[in-house]
């Protein structure tokens, strides 16, 4: 479609907005992988517990705005494969990875490359490689999808 | 006052993502297969998502706390190291595997269905082994 990358720049900027306000208002950087996996491993809430708190408040924003929006503006699709194995090993290499990294496409890509930071970018190179890498690996040679 | 912020927040950047497309797996795997049918969107989201933010870390070391107190977050420094460079890369191969990352993971779960819920648990398993993964390469690159 063409109107795609006019949607695209209005949601990015969305996106950059929020990260935006999260570190101005609450003084937290917008790192989704950091956010929930700080969450999962209870290193958070070991830290403090308002500060668990908080990215437990974002998680739930994160979920339930895009949940009602979904129904206004036509139910689009996930295109998510329903193969579990598929699933699960994507599921595994994001988690481990994205921790490994300390951090994601929010945290370096967004907030990373905003102030340039090297590790952002070191990051973001590798990441979207690896991306491109498993496209060919698993798309092109073996025919998954 | 703390918490409603952190759920705008939240719920900002999830309506970025559904609007921009990032929770269409097909529309960011597009994104990473040059040699196939190439969608640049993901660019148009990341270049837009940028220049709010560099607002924002600009503004930021002239404050001394948090609009709502607290402490300004300092930007990590670290240094690029063995898990920035092999995490980025397994995080980039599940990625293009199933076109998720950990932001739309949590923002398609109420309409993504049962697949959604178990990339993201899958996805928490990962988060939780981590620790083990880096002391693994680390005892591995130490000889």
Known sequence: MQADWIWGLVGGAMIGTA????????????????????????????????SALENLAFLLGLALVP??????????????????VILIAAGLMVGAGTRL???????????????????????TVFYLVGGGLSVIFFRHLLGIS | ?????????????????????????TKVIGWLDIFGDWDPTLAFVLAAAIVPMAIAWRIAPRRKTAVFGGPLSPPPFRDADRGLVLGSLAFGFGWGLAGLCPGP????????????????????????AAPVLRARIDRLAAG
Not at chain 1, 21 to 49: F, H, K, P, T, W
Not at chain 1, 108 to 121: D, E, I, T, Y
Not at chain 2, 1 to 22: H, K, P, Q, T
Not at chain 2, 108 to 120: A, T
């Open chain 2, 1 to 25: 006052m703390r918490l409603l912020a952190a759920f705008g927040c939240g719920g900002l950047f999830g309506a970025g993502l559904l609007v921009s497309g990032m929770t269409d797996t």
């Open chain 1, 19 to 50: 990260a935006a306000a999260y570190l101005l208002l609450n003084g937290r950087i917008m790192g989704a992988s950091g956010i929930i996996g700080r969450l999962a491993d209870g290193s958070e809430q070991r830290a403090s517990r308002s």
């Open chain 1, 67 to 84: 949940g009602l929006l979904w129904l206004v503006i036509g139910r689009p699709a996930t295109n998510l494969t329903s193969q579990p």
């Open chain 2, 105 to 128: 993971s949590v923002a398609v779960l109420l309409f993504g269905g049962w697949n959604s819920l178990l990339f993201l648990i899958a996805m928490l398993a990962g988060m939780v």
């Open chain 1, 101 to 123: 990294a300390n951090g994601c496409t929010s945290g370096h890509g967004v907030c990373g490359l905003s102030r340039l930071s090297f590790r952002g970018f070191v990051a």
